[in-house]
């Protein structure tokens, strides 16, 4: 079993930056992809961004390509288990709670972006980005 804890929302002003983390408790999730969706009030969970193993190429939405970073974090003490998301130029638009998300072990890496794919989830960390 895989907990995934996020932490980092918060309120921010248009055009500012801010970083989200995820922590996975309870095993090593060196052989998981690690993803971020987003779910905005009244809209469905989208995907952002996923990277597969640490050091490997990341793929992005549209939406986030050249604004969002997603990286791993492979010197903590916990070993591989540290995800993190660096949002900048934020607009109103990204206004939403974000979720961190495990699948594994070994994925395909096909279908990334589709929900259904991920086995583990976090509760989310809301963020709002005012104009």
């Known amino acids: 079993q895989v907990e995934l804890v996020e932490s980092g929302g918060g309120l921010v002003q248009a055009g500012d930056s801010l970083k989200l983390s995820c922590a996975a408790v309870?095993?090593?999730?060196?052989?998981?992809?690690l993803g971020w969706f987003r779910q905005a009030p009244g809209k469905q969970r989208e995907f952002i961004a996923v990277i597969h193993w640490p050091g490997s190429t990341p793929h992005y939405s549209d939406s986030a390509k050249g604004r969002f970073t997603i990286s791993r974090d492979i010197s903590s003490d916990n070993g591989d288990n540290m995800v993190y998301l660096q949002m900048n130029s934020l607009v109103p638009e990204d206004t939403a709670v974000y979720f961190c998300a495990a699948d594994g072990p070994y994925p395909s890496g096909d279908d990334y972006s589709n929900l259904s794919e991920y086995d583990y989830w976090g509760q989310g960390t809301r963020v709002t980005v005012s104009e």
């Open positions: 309870g095993r090593s999730v060196s052989t998981y992809a």
